[in-house]
Structures are given as structure tokens and as C-alpha cells.
């Protein structure tokens, strides 16, 4: 057997959380670093490993994944590892560290690497002062983000997930590290739970904890010594009070951050709405696989989401999410993956048994979340949403950024994906068609499908989709449709 294969660059977050994770394990690996600074990523030879053009990257002897959550998930099982990592044999522990795996990406990832960005990265490349309004949203949006991670995650665990450190607090401690390079930790060690918890982590990560993340202390000495002073000469270099941080509220936030939840025992509980994506995508699962359920409809555009009640029953105040029995999960991706174990479903729509079949699904999995379903959002929104919320005219400029942004993902859809299978991840429909569909389906909303059909490929790959899944999907677009008419004799948004 070859020996796996580990690309990389210890520049990124992900790429240290893999690297540490096969150290920590000793799992043997032939070391490929790429250099990101030097463009190695782009180059034609790296794509022919990775149509994607990102690390990290694992080959284990021509089985590729390109997506850091699925590569852990994959070498977990792969190698047998202990259960705290990722849990194989607890359906409920296994959800629940799925569930911050979801999360995570829009939230603990996004959040502190804009921090980051605005800090550091943006003013070195365009030579212009720091933009402080950004920083403070983001700095706002750090703070969002580590107040849930003590309170809905955390609570008074040693670990995100539970008893024993899992794959969950590895991302995460590497995600809120960026924040340390820029001199910002203070945004999560004022929280004492999480700074004892980060603490915890570290020393239980260590040595390779240090070893793995001596760039990062590199760059944060530069950063004090030579880069931050720099550029005070582009503008003001202050922080700004935090009685002055502004955070302007993003009116996709609702459309964007949407997650689940789960639970057992009694009959299953779906609160969910149809005008949401992924409230959509588990309203036609639970009905294509005859799950029994209660209907638990939360109506976003009357606000039931933001009431005390709801808030209890998911803290993040989004929808969809699902109790089965008082277990409660609350991203929409982990309540899929939980269902098909929980009911022993068909092995197409998510496998159990055939490691590498799971793997890919996973890997599209992941990399939907600020792809597929963030730029067809971002779409809808800039067409749809902020025109009727702020009545303004649309903002064509940022329009035709996020189009781009969705001819780029379908362009991966058909290359990195699709291939020359009949369906995403292989010769049947999976939870990754059904999520990718749904999202694409937002377009349709507003008279923009184009942007997916005008690739033969895809748009047979939609058909076909759409025929599997029979009456249910049309019977959960219904609202969707009716929205699309509407659209054909309302003003047009250029107008308002």
C-alpha cells in the first residue's frame, strides 16, 4: 500500500488542524508541502491533484479528498482511531460533533479569517488603510460566535462535544489561532470558559500544538513589530472603542446561517419553513423516506424564530431544526447524516459501509456551505431581499460579483463533482444532490437559472435530479414557485 499522501501549507487554519491530527495519531504520510505565497496552488500541476486549487489535500494511493472536515472524518475511520475523535459507534455523539462541523464553516471559520484578512492580508495587498467599519463587523460577528460556542456548545463540558477532545475542538482552536496573529485573542479570552477551554485543548494537543503553529507566532511578531506600525502610514491605525463598533446587520444573515437539530423515542419534532433552503431539503427527505413526524412550522416572516419560546428550543433561532425525543440538533447537514442512521436508510443517500463513497459525500458536504449555498444566497438576496428590506435599487455591481461567483461554483459542480457520474458523488442520488439542488433552486426564484442550465451538464444533472425525486419536490417548491410568479408582473427591483 502507498503511502498517503498530505499537501498542505501550515499559512492555513485547516492545513495545520490536518497536519497536527496526523502527528498526534502517528499516522505515516509522505510530507507535500505547498507554498501559498509562492502561488503553488495555482499552478496547472496542483489542479490536476485538486480542481479546487486549495489545501489541504490528502492522495491515499489515488483516493483524493480536498475538503479538511471530510479528510478527518475519512482518517478517523480509516485508521481505526479512537472513538473521542469521531465517534463511529454513538449515533448522538457522532451528530453532535457533525453539528458544530456544520456550523462552524459560516461562523468560527469565516468570522475570525475576515478578522484576520482585514488586519493583515487586505492592507499588505491593496496598500490602502485598514477598514475599521469591516473590522468592528467582524469583530462583532468574533463575538457572536464565541458567546454560542460557550453557551450552546461548550455549556459546562470540558469539550465542545463532550468529555474527551474530538475533531470539533482541533478546527475550531485553529480557527480562533488567526486571531492570535493579528493580536486580537482578546476577542475569546475574555470569555473565561472559552479561554480555560482553549487552555485545555492546547495542552492536550501539545507538543504538536506548538510545533504546527509556529507560523502563526512568527507572523504575530511581525505583525507587532513591523506590519501593524506599517500601516499607519496608509491611515489611522486606532481601535476603535467598543462603544463605537457599528455592526451593520446582513439582511442574507437569516437566508445564510440557517442550521437543524434532532432527537428520539417519541415521535420525531421538524420545526421548519419552507421559504429556508435547508428547511426544504429535510421537509422532502423526512417525506421521500415515509419518516413519521410531527409538524412543527415556524413562520420566519412573522418572527417566531426570534421569540423566547423558540430560543429555547434552538438557541441560534434559525430553522430548520429537529428534537427526536429531546435530543435536539441544529444544523441541517447533521440532521441528515443522523436520519439515515437513525432510520437505517438506504445506503445511496448517505453511505455507513463503504468508507470512501461516504467520504465523497462528505467532501461536497462541506464544501457547499460557503460555495453553493452562499453565492445562490448571496444572488437571491442582492436581487430579492435587500431591495425589499431597504428600499433601495439593487445593487447591480455587487449583482454581477456573486453571479460570477455562480458560474465559478458550477463550473465545480461539473469539473470537481459531477464528472462523468449521473449524480454528484456517484451512480445514485445522495443528501449531496438533494442539498445542491435546493439551494440552486433559490435562482429559479428570481428568474436567474440561467446561471446553472446555461451548462448542459448541470442542467441535465438538475432534470435528473428533480425527476428522482418525484411530486414531493415540487409540492416543497410550491412556495418557491409561487415567489417566481410574482416576480414576472412585480416592479422590477431596479424600479423601487
Not at 381 to 392: A, S, V, Y
Amino acid at each position: 500500500m502507498s503511502k498517503l499522501k498530505v499537501y498542505y501549507d501550515l499559512m492555513s487554519q485547516v492545513s495545520r488542524g490536518v497536519y497536527m491530527f496526523m502527528k498526534l495519531n502517528k499516522i505515516p504520510f509522505e510530507d507535500k508541502p505547498v507554498a501559498l505565497r509562492s502561488g503553488e496552488h495555482k499552478t496547472e500541476a496542483f489542479k490536476k491533484i485538486s480542481p479546487i486549487q486549495l489545501v489541504p489535500v490528502i492522495d491515499d494511493g489515488g483516493f483524493v479528498l480536498t475538503e479538511s472536515v471530510a479528510i478527518l472524518q475519512y482518517l478517523c475511520s480509516r485508521y481505526d482511531l479512537p472513538e473521542h475523535w469521531y465517534p463511529r459507534k454513538d449515533l448522538k455523539a457522532q451528530a453532535k460533533v457533525n453539528e458544530y462541523l456544520n456550523w462552524q464553516h459560516i461562523n468560527t471559520r469565516m468570522s475570525c479569517a475576515m478578522v484576520f484578512r482585514h488586519l493583515l492580508i487586505i492592507p499588505r495587498e491593496t496598500k490602502k488603510p485598514v477598514d475599521w467599519e469591516q473590522v468592528n463587523m467582524f469583530r462583532k460577528r468574533v463575538s457572536y460566535v464565541v458567546n454560542h460556542l460557550d453557551k450552546s456548545f461548550l455549556k459546562d463540558k470540558p469539550y465542545l462535544c463532550g468529555d474527551e477532545i474530538s475533531i470539533a475542538d482541533l478546527l475550531c482552536i485553529c480557527e480562533l489561532m488567526q486571531l492570535n496573529a493579528v493580536d486580537e485573542e482578546h476577542l475569546y479570552e475574555t470569555n473565561p470558559n472559552i479561554k480555560a477551554w482553549s487552555e485545555r485543548t492546547k495542552t492536550r494537543l501539545s507538543p504538536e500544538f506548538e510545533k504546527s503553529h509556529q507560523i502563526v507566532n512568527r507572523v504575530r511578531d511581525m505583525y507587532k513589530t513591523v506590519l501593524a506600525p506599517s500601516f499607519s502610514k496608509l491611515g489611522p491605525l486606532h481601535t476603535p472603542d467598543s462603544s463605537t463598533f457599528r455592526f451593520s446587520h446582513n439582511p442574507l444573515s437569516t437566508s445564510i446561517l440557517l442550521s437543524f437539530c434532532c432527537s428520539k423515542m417519541s415521535k420525531l419534532k421538524v420545526y421548519y419553513d419552507l421559504m429556508s433552503q435547508p428547511s426544504r431539503v429535510l421537509y422532502l427527505f423526512v417525506k421521500l423516506n415515509k419518516i413519521p413526524y410531527e409538524d412543527k412550522a415556524v413562520a420566519l416572516r412573522k418572527g417566531e424564530h426570534k421569540t423566547e419560546d423558540y430560543k429555547k428550543i434552538n438557541p441560534f433561532q434559525l430553522v430548520p431544526v429537529i428534537d427526536d425525543g429531546g435530543f435536539v440538533l441544529t444544523e441541517s447537514v447533521a440532521i441528515l447524516q443522523y436520519l439515515c442512521s437513525r432510520y437505517d436508510l438506504p445506503e445511496h443517500w448517505y453511505p455507513r459501509k463503504d468508507l470512501k463513497a461516504q467520504a465523497k459525500v462528505n467532501e461536497y458536504l462541506n464544501w457547499q456551505h460557503v460555495n453553493t449555498r452562499m453565492s445562490c444566497s448571496m444572488v437571491f438576496g442582492h436581487l430579492f431581499m435587500i431591495p425589499r428590506q431597504t428600499n433601495k435599487p439593487v445593487d447591480w455591481k455587487e449583482v454581477e460579483i456573486m453571479k460570477k461567483r455562480v458560474s465559478g461554483v458550477v463550473d465545480h459542480l461539473d469539473k470537481a463533482f459531477l464528472k462523468d457520474k449521473p449524480y454528484l458523488c456517484g451512480d445514485d442520488i445522495s443528501i449531496a444532490d438533494l442539498f445542491c439542488i435546493c439551494e440552486l433552486m433559490q435562482l429559479n426564484a428570481i428568474h436567474e437559472e440561467h446561471l446553472y442550465e446555461s451548462n448542459p451538464n448541470i442542467k441535465a444533472w438538475s432534470e435528473r435530479v428533480k425527476s428522482r425525486l418525484g411530486p414531493e419536490f415540487d409540492i416543497a417548491h410550491h412556495f418557491l414557485n409561487r415567489l417566481r410568479d410574482a416576480n414576472k408582473t412585480a416592479a422590477a427591483p431596479s424600479k423601487l
